[in-house]
Nanobody, 122 residues
């Protein structure tokens, strides 16, 4: 099971760090993805990080503002968000993928956290 946390209300330009903790499994076995769903919109890809944490890939909309890292010893991955904009407001989800790395397709991820809400005020 995955548990996302760290969401909240932040002013534009601010920062937040989202966490995703795994229970019942070793997160080191999976590449991890971050997705988000804004109100009235479909869920979209944000970022992905490989098993070791040495590789990551971001959507153009967040590139340069967001980073991803993981602490496999703590069974956790993180999404560090900076330079937040009102359009970043969404529910953010973490997801695990058993095989491969780099997919933007949510169908390639087999396990999902429950989501954490990020609200960016202007």
């Amino acid at each position: 099971q995955l548990q996302a946390s760290g969401g909240g209300l932040v002013q534009a330009g601010g920062s937040l760090r989202l966490s995703c903790a795994a229970s019942g499994s070793f997160i080191s076995r999976y590449s991890m993805g971050w997705f988000r769903q804004a109100p009235g919109k479909e869920r979209e890809f944000v970022a992905t990080i490989n098993r070791s944490g040495g590789g990551s890939y971001f959507d153009d909309s967040v590139k340069g503002r967001f980073s991803a890292f993981r602490e496999n010893a703590k069974n956790s991955v993180y999404l560090q968000m900076g330079g937040l904009k009102p359009e970043d407001t969404a529910v953010y989800y973490c997801a695990a993928r058993s095989h491969g790395f780099g997919s933007r397709n949510e169908d390639d991820y087999h396990s999902w956290g429950q989501g954490t809400l990020v609200t960016v005020s202007s």
